[in-house]
């Protein structure tokens, strides 16, 4: 069993690292303060840092995540470089040169956080230059949403843009671009045991299944994104953790003429760029699921096996019709999403199961959207979520599934708008009466995201809206 970690080229041993031990509180004991705490819960970049992932396009790919959230045990025998290993002050990486001549940085606070999540995008393997420069891409390729997650209180952004957009392509000499072209050391199997808790990384999906029978209350992590702020935040201490976040078991991704299969512990940005836009209505919820950072970490299978009301997959993919694989010792069972929960963060999940893959059905509804409403545009939790997949045929619909999220107790697909939907003509009209049934689905709280009133409002001014879109969108195409 592995007990170190290689930190910018060095293995430090895990030492007197506790269960709970977070990697940022881990490293800035270590000397290594470049990484700092600003929020603790994964909304503000500061601490974050670069481990080296398996990649897509790569054997390698250099991931920004938060080490605020995730446990240092789960990174055992792993490979992290901070800010303080791209570069040195008197010889700076071309990503701390650029914001540093282009004004990038002023207090510092955020800088090392902006640093880590541009060198991840500067090693992109498909980044490349573009004719043209939009809003979200630069002429060298950049994509800035790579950089959201991070904050920056006092230097402003348009500098901070800039020197993203100044960046070439690594050099032949770069040591980090090589690095990618070989695989990142393998997960090591990890049993850490620290005043009666345990961390443990099974090497086999089966080992799993065994510990959370013998122990239910076992908290199972991947990203750790939920369980690492009711760690920092409300001082929650699981007696046993166990990370799965790197079993082949649960990181199978396939499509065939029947369905997409998407395992349970592939992280949002994997299963992103898997997918390449092949399900349309995800595509439009993976911008909109918190930030980068935080994308590179979480996982469809712990949105979902949370159980919360207000998680952003649950309505798409209760639009997309999706079921769930649970795998227990007992064997594996697939049940529908619609059916899965049964009560306010209450599941059919038993304690011993685990969400082994997400099955979506194929082919899939033409006509879909994705509406997030929420106090910020980005990286913020849904006062309402709506997904949408409707079939229309010769201009009547033929089907219709409306996943809501924030307005009930549970995630709930809108039975009754699908009915006011279903065989009548797609229509203003028609979507206007039907927009008056939304705006009575669920049973809306009101709460200091927003009130019930206004949650019903919005869900009839979504169907308003989807309406709307669909119809430029065919003025367009015509």
């Known amino acids: 069993m592995s007990t170190t970690i290689k930190v910018n080229g060095q293995d430090l041993p895990l030492g007197g690292a506790s269960v709970h031990t977070t990697t940022l509180d881990w490293l800035r004991d270590r000397g290594l303060t470049g990484a700092k705490e600003g929020c603790a819960e994964g909304e503000c970049g500061a601490c974050s840092v670069l481990v080296a992932r398996p990649g897509i396009d790569s054997p390698t790919e250099w991931t920004a995540i938060n080490a605020c959230l995730v446990p240092v045990a789960a990174l055992d025998g792993q490979e992290i470089v901070t800010s303080e ?182 992280t949002l940005t994997e299963v992103e760029r898997l997918l390449a836009g092949r399900v349309p209505l995800l595509e439009q919820l993976f ?61 059919l999940k038993a304690p011993d199961e685990l969400i082994r893959a997400v099955l979506i059905p194929l082919p899939l509804a033409p006509l879909t959207a994705f509406h997030k409403i929420a106090k910020r545009r980005f990286d913020d939790i849904s006062s309402v979520a709506v997904g949408y997949a409707l079939d229309v045929v010769d201009g009547v619909v033929r089907e219709a599934r409306i996943g809501l999220g924030g307005v009930a107790a549970t995630p709930i697909r809108a039975r009754a708008t699908e009915q006011a939907l279903v065989g009548r003509p797609w229509t203003e009209r028609t979507v206007r009466e039907a927009a008056a049934v939304m705006a009575t689905e669920g049973t809306p709280l009101d709460d200091h995201r927003a009130s019930a009133s206004y949650r019903s409002a919005m869900l009839g001014q979504s169907l308003l809206r989807f309406h709307a879109q669909q119809l430029h969108v065919e003025g367009v195409s015509a």
Do not use: W
């Not at 950049?142 to 901070?160: E, K, M, Q, V, W």
């Open 287 to 347: 911008p909109q699921f918190a930030s980068r950072l935080i994308r590179n970490g979480a996982t469809i299978g712990g949105n979902l096996g949370t159980g919360s009301p207000i998680g952003d997959t649950p309505p798409a993919l209760l639009a997309l019709d999706a079921s769930l694989v649970l795998a227990s010792r007992r064997g594996e069972r697939t049940v529908a999403l619609a059916d899965y929960f049964t009560g306010y963060r209450e599941t």
């Open 85 to 266: 290993g791209l570069g040195t002050s008197s010889e700076l990486h071309p990503v701390q040169r650029e914001l540093a001549v282009r004004g990038g940085s002023q207090c510092g606070f955020c800088t090392p956080g902006f640093v880590c999540s541009m060198a991840a995008e500067y090693y992109r393997p498909t980044r490349t230059a573009s004719a043209e420069e939009d809003c979200e891409h630069g002429p060298n390729g950049f994509d800035l949403h790579s950089l959201s997650g991070n904050l920056c209180r006092c230097t402003g952004y348009r500098p901070i843009r800039d020197a993203a957009y100044a960046l070439g392509d690594p050099d032949g000499d770069d040591t980090f671009a090589a690095r990618q072209s070989s695989p990142p050391p393998p997960p090591a199997p990890t049993r850490l045991t620290v005043n009666g808790a345990e961390f443990v990384r099974p090497e086999q999906l089966d080992d799993v299944l065994e510990l959370i029978a013998e122990c239910p209350e076992a908290k199972v992590v991947a990203g750790s994104t939920d369980t690492g702020v009711e760690v920092n935040l409300r001082g929650v201490r699981p007696s046993l953790v166990v990370a799965v976040d790197r079993l082949p078991e649960l990181r199978e991704f396939s499509i065939d003429d029947e369905q997409v299969r998407i395992g349970a512990a592939l």
